[in-house]
């Protein structure tokens, strides 16, 4: 079956970088979207960035709070999605989640909602400290 597992989180300081990962079994990984999401300790999960993997790396959609800072990017033949996030903020902890939908091309409408994909990953738990 589709898994994903999340690896890359930790605890750094505001200003620092972490690159998390998404490792991808269970199915052909070959023409999916592909989501970060991330939830904090009483609010909602939302959309940090998505890409499509079918696309060759250019098809990424980025949240408001995560242009500038964060990059998201692929290595099909690890079968991997990457966040590169950069000058980390303290509202920036959370638990970050990986999801997928398989075969499905991302769009701009639909692509940070959580109803778009069916698998998820159990989160890998990212803290800035001031």
């Known amino acids: 079956q589709v898994q994903l597992v999340e690896s890359g989180g930790g605890s750094v300081n505001a200003g620092g970088s972490l690159r998390l990962s998404c490792a991808a079994t269970g199915y052909t990984y070959s023409s999916d979207c592909v989501g970060w999401f991330r939830q904090a300790p009483g609010k909602e999960r939302e959309g940090v960035a998505a890409i499509y993997t079918g696309g060759g790396g250019g098809n990424t959609y980025y949240a408001d709070s995560a242009k500038g800072r964060f990059t998201i990017s692929q290595d099909n033949a690890k079968k991997t999605v990457y966040l590169q996030m950069s000058s980390l903020k303290p509202e920036d902890t959370a638990m970050y989640y990986c999801?997928?939908?398989?075969?499905?091309?991302?769009?701009?409408?639909?692509?940070?909602?959580?109803?778009?994909?069916?698998?998820w990953g159990q989160g890998t738990q990212v803290t800035v400290s001031s």
């Open positions: 999801a997928a939908e398989v075969e499905t091309y991302c769009s701009a409408r639909s692509w940070s909602s959580r109803d778009e994909y069916y698998h």
